[in-house]
């Protein structure tokens, strides 16, 4: 099974196979408020996790949604700047600091805000372009182990 490596340093993903090679690279956002674990913090969460769910197979790239349900499409009137687009993929913590990681609604998910990828920008998901988020999609089954670190 393929894992995924995220660098809040580098704020880049990276999926690589099962020996070790890179299959997929994009730029990421992770929390403005930097890394932590406390809820409400907007702090990304790190450690082991696992996808535990995904939402938005098949969706257009412009689908927004809201509580993981697509509510319409991007830009509409009253959506945030930073709307969650195309698909998302849940994290669920392994370890005992990020066990609220899932109760704290913490994704790795598509972004309309595109313009600050490279940069700590985000409320302590994991954002990534609409494109990137669509082609990783496919390349991660439930229960892929995820790092982020």
């Avoid at 090679?21 to 994009?26: D, N, P, Q």
């Avoid at 998302?88 to 913490?106: E, P």
Wanted: aromatic letters at 6%.
């Amino acid at each position: 099974m393929p894992t995924i490596h995220i660098s809040i340093e580098r704020q880049e993903l990276i999926l690589r196979d099962e020996n070790g090679a890179a299959l997929f690279r994009a730029a990421i956002s992770s929390g403005a408020a930097g890394i932590g674990f406390e809820e409400g913090s907007g702090r990304t969460p790190t450690g082991r996790f696992r996808i535990c769910s995904k939402h938005g197979e098949n969706a257009p790239l412009n689908t927004l949604f809201r509580a993981r349900i697509p509510v319409g499409t991007w830009p509409c009137p009253g959506a945030p700047q930073d709307a969650i687009l195309a698909r998302i993929l849940c994290l669920d913590g392994l370890d005992a600091a990020n066990a609220n990681t899932r109760a704290r609604y913490i994704y790795i998910h598509g972004t309309s805000d595109t313009a600050h990828l490279g940069i700590p920008a985000s409320h302590g998901c994991i954002r990534l372009s609409p494109q990137d988020i669509a082609a990783l999609y496919p390349l991660v089954p439930l229960g892929t182990e995820v790092t982020i670190g």
